[in-house]
């Protein structure tokens, strides 16, 4: 191996439909229906929306910033 890998490098690399955050959300981009567990279907109305992956969002299926406060053993 080279140690270089050219497609992680320049900005060929295309912009990933999904992205999980560590220890946070999920963020998708652009408009996109999203169905929560309740079959209850919510649109993004913003070119970023972040998703909770903790379960404990105050405005869920959306991400409100909570997972920040939990101990690490409880983020997702
Ligand atoms: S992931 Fe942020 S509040 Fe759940």
Redesign the pocket.
Known sequence: MTGSSAEHDGPAAPRPDVVI?P????LVFGDLVVEDADGERHRTHRPVS????????A??P???????A?PDKL??
Do not use: N, Q, V
């Not at 909770?52 to 969002?57: A, I, L, N, P, Y």
């Not at 959306?62 to 920040?68: A, I, M, P, R, Y």
């Open positions: 955050c220890g946070g959300p999920m972040a998703i909770c992956r903790c379960g404990r969002s405005a869920a959306w991400c409100d910033g909570t997972h920040k939990l983020r997702p």
